[in-house]
């Protein structure tokens, strides 16, 4: 038995879908629940199509009005719900922007600020030092020849000095520099005297490693030649130099032999307890001018060499040369 509809049942099925409609498309706040809305509304089982299938039910003449009542409501269902969407994306957009806002002024955080290691500062303190004292700053290759290494130093092949200094030979006659010595004789080359001089840079030898060698470690070369210099002006300025840096260490000089220097000279100060040496120096011998063809009567000058390591550990009582290559953060930290 066919179940009785009404032409106005019907109707008033529309008019409340029309008005609950409108509500729960207002109130949808996310895309998902408008689409889930949509399907309830215009799909096949949706809520629509269940009026439409009703239609039926109708007496022929009566089914045009119910259609074409229906297909207006699809119609503003789809607009409602295609401006809903609308809406819909650009304020979760709008929230978006809002949530991600970047505060450019916000200091950054959790990345720590680095400082320069102690050996860098400690090489940058004596060439500064030496700078006050109108020192220029000079500076020569780590790849040298037997030439300025030794030869132009006064160590002539087969000279016992040349096993004072284990170096490492690279082919062609080159050698990694064992000292800074050679910049003396590059810079002189090139500059007539008056000159004075510092030249910072690091040096290499063949020593195994232990707490007080490195076959890589660091040196800062001094050189003054002018006329009238004489060994009062060395140890003057070798005093002044440091008190500078260590303030009022205990200072001794010692006799010492090195070919390119006559008188020559070891620098120790007292340091816990126990003499360290921190340089060797000497008046620029008479033959390493000559080579220069640079008159000794006229010229004369002294010369240093500073092992950096040795400063920077007496300077942060530093026990073992290691702890300045090892990079460990622990350590470098303290400085
Ligand atoms: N070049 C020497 C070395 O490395 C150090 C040195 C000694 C340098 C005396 C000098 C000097 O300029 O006069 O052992």
Redesign the pocket.
Known sequence: MREVISLKELIDQLELLESDVAREIESATETEALEKLRVNLLGKKGRLSAVLGAMGKLPGNERPLVGQRANLLKDQFQKLLEERLQTVKSEALADLLEAETIDVTTPPIGIPSGHRHPLITTKEHIVDLFCGLGYAVAEGPEIETDHYNFSA?NIPEDHPARD??DTFYLEGNLLLR????PV?IRYLEENPPPVRIVAPGR?YRRDAVDATHSPVFH?V???AIDEGLDFSHLRGTVMAFLKAFFGDLPVRFRA?Y?P??EP?V?VDVQWRGRWLEV????M?DPAVLEGLNLDPDRWSG????L?VERFCMVRHGIDDIRRLYTSDLRFLEQF
């Open positions: 130093l004072m200094q064992t000292h800074t010595s003396q040096v040196q070369e001094v050189l010492s090195f390119f220097t020559s070891e340089m060797g120096c000497g620029v002294f010369a240093a060499g092992g």
